[in-house]
């Protein structure tokens, strides 16, 4: 190379660099619904305190970055309808004065789970197990109640959360037993007659795994060919920071999209702590006792572990991007680490790291390295 052809390039090259501080440092000062806008919408779960104000840090985090929440908890059968003649709206309908008037978007969940469901829903008034006709109507007035009050006001709904086990067989629950598989197909019918505005998701987690997103693909497209309304897959993002691999997470967006159905990530988050491989998910009912050294960032999370959750952040929001045609939302599970499910599961009383903002809602690299991708860098 020439002498002036070095100086040339090493300036460019310099410039380049400064440059690409320049625009990052820029980025950095973006919302990341700014960022996303034109490819998805992009969202964090919100619980109580967040929702009631008594979280400033959080709240000023949702202001600025999302355009759509998910209540992590108060929409669930437990919270909203916890006796058979008493709903709790309170709460929702507080959190809808709030996001409405920021025009944020609000997600319902979860209309029919085995998880955070009272006994009584299965049993009868002088306490019998409920049979199948009976069941079904319980279901019905419960989704009637819940969807027609927020009719035009929630724009979506996790309609059937985790229907299956990890090997594709149907979930032996009340639901699955009592009424027989057909649940599914008669919770989306009854959600569509509520609200036949809203968009209604099946929902789980490891999708990933083969067997399962079969699974789930297989009910999608039959759901589809009877004529029942389901518009997308809640693909819930709890991944750890090596696993699963890109490959399998991206075989599992794909098959969704040419049934033609929206792919929602619906729970995102990035464990970095170490996790033994029969606990990934987020099956609540395994809950073994800590050991230290599944513990092991209680100070704080080391500078190269931050790195590490970074470039997993990154890559994962480099394969959200490449396929944006079929991803319509993003939602992460929590907004700071100081929130996250993950401080209690699957070891209570963890100190975990997997959100993009610390403890004190400072941005991690993690936040960097999503900003960069949405950049298309
Ligand atoms: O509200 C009660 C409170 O009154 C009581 O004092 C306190 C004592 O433990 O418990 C509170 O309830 C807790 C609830 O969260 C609200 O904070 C439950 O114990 C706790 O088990 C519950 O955990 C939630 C979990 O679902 C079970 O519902 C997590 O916050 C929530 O992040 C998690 O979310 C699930 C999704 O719905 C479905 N996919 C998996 C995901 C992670 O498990």
Redesign the pocket.
Known sequence: MSGFSRIFSSTVFTWLAVWSVVVASDRRDMPLRTLAADRFLIGA?I?VPQAEGRDAVAMNLISRHFNTVTP??IL?WEKVHPEPERYDFGPVDRLLEVTESQGILLIG??LVWH??TPRWVFKSASGEPMDRDALLERLRAHITAVVGRYKGRIGGWDVV??AFEDDGTVRKTPWSQIIGEDFIAKAFEFAHQADPDAELYYND?NLWKPAKRDAAARLVRQLLDRGVPVDGIGE?G?WLINDPPLDLIEAAIVPFGKLGVKVVIT?LDVDPLPRPRELMG?D?SKRPELRQSLDPYREGLPDAVQQELAQRYGDIFRLFVKHADKIARVTF?AVTDANT?LNN?PFRGRTNHPMLWDREGKPKPAFDAVIKALSGK
């Open positions: 779960a619980n992590e908890n669930k969940h979860t998880q955070q959360n985790e987690y819930q709890h729970e987020a609540l599970w499910w599961f």
